[in-house]
């Protein structure tokens, strides 16, 4: 088994395995046989994976019998969830409405869940989203989800921010940039 052993102490899975083990052995004095380790869970300590135990799936038995609750686990990405803060979220069903028909400025941010540089900028989207609240609409277009419009708009790298007015694109920045670099981009068209 390999050991991760940082600044002389034991990390990671190998310190909840070992940790594990000790609480075992310490709570049974008997000789019969157990089994060690079982409980380690690694996921729930990596940045972005979660395991949710708690989703559920109705499963219909019939129509005379009633629905079974079935227990299902799974292995829940967190980087949708990390990455969509305060600024709106678009996709294909809902460009034309919230961005190419929107009365004030829109600022896109094209990313996606395995993106760093992505993750690095969202929380400078989120604060221009609050500042210029009402002044410009922020969303973000998962490029993985709506393929199309990163396809029609031309978008190679991410992240790419776009900004729209009046339903045509009026600027773009590729990359992460400082945030001073977003908002001149920004009030060059407020």
């Known amino acids: 088994m390999a050991v991760l052993v940082e600044a002389g102490v034991v990390?990671?899975?190998?310190?909840?395995?070992?940790?594990?083990?000790?609480s075992s052995l310490s709570a049974s004095s008997s000789n019969a046989p157990r089994v060690v380790g079982m409980g380690v869970r690694c996921l729930p300590v990596a940045r972005g994976l979660r395991i949710d135990a708690s989703r559920t799936k109705l499963a219909s038995l019939g129509p005379s019998q009633s629905s079974v609750r079935a227990q299902r686990r799974g292995i829940v990405c967190e980087a949708q969830e990390t990455v969509t803060g305060v600024a709106g979220v678009v996709n294909e069903t809902t460009w034309k409405e919230l961005v190419l028909e929107s009365d004030i400025p829109v600022l896109v941010d094209f990313w996606a869940p395995?993106?760093?540089p992505c993750r690095m900028i969202a929380p400078l989207i989120d604060e221009i989203a609050k500042a210029y609240a009402g002044k410009v609409k922020c969303l973000k277009l998962n490029t993985d989800e709506s393929p199309g419009i990163a396809t029609e708009y031309g978008i190679r790298s991410i992240?790419?921010?776009?900004?729209?007015?009046?339903?045509e694109k009026k600027d773009t920045v590729i990359g992460a940039v400082p945030k001073s670099t977003l908002t001149s981009t920004l009030e060059k068209h407020l």
Not at 11 to 19: D, F, M, P, S
Not at 159 to 167: A, C, E, I, Q, R
């Open 11 to 22: 990390v990671g899975c190998a310190a909840q395995l070992a940790q594990t083990v000790a």
């Open 114 to 116: 395995w993106c760093g």
């Open 159 to 167: 992240p790419t921010v776009m900004v729209f007015k009046g339903g």
